[in-house]
Nanobody, 126 residues
Framework: QVELVESGGGLVQAGGSLRLSCAAS????????MGWFRQAPGKEREFVAA????????RYAESVKGRFTISRDNAKNTVYLRMNSLKPEDTAVYYC???????????????????WGQGTQVTVSS
């Protein structure tokens, strides 16, 4: 079992930046990929970014490519999402997720992940 706790959300103006953090516990952090997802009101949860075990490979949704950066610090059991050039359409609850059962590829479907954090709200004002 893996427990995840997100932090770092908040209110920011369009064009601004935020960095989200997700602290993991329960299993060896460096043994599984991690992902970030988001869910806006009335919409389905959608993939944002994923990172492999070592941090050497990443994958992004087209809507955030070039603006968001996912990274991880295995010594600190933490994954990050740096968000630059934020837009009002980025407003959502952001969740981190762990793919610890199989953990062999960078996956984009919520159902492929095994543990989820509680979420952190990101609101971008225009």
């Amino acid at each position: 079992q893996v427990e995840l706790v997100e932090s770092g959300g908040g209110l920011v103006q369009a064009g601004g930046s935020l960095r989200l953090s997700c602290a993991a516990s329960g299993r060896t952090f460096s043994s599984y990929p991690m992902g970030w997802f988001r869910q806006a009101p009335g919409k389905e949860r959608e993939f944002v970014a994923a990172i492999n075990r070592s941090g050497g490979d990443t994958r992004y949704a087209e809507s955030v490519k070039g603006r968001f950066t996912i990274s991880r610090d295995n010594a600190k059991n933490t994954v990050y999402l740096r968000m630059n050039s934020l837009k009002p359409e980025d407003t959502a609850v952001y969740y981190c997720a762990a793919d610890y059962i199989y953990g062999t590829h960078l996956l984009t479907r919520p159902g492929d992940y095994d543990s989820w954090g509680q979420g952190t709200q990101v609101t971008v004002s225009s």
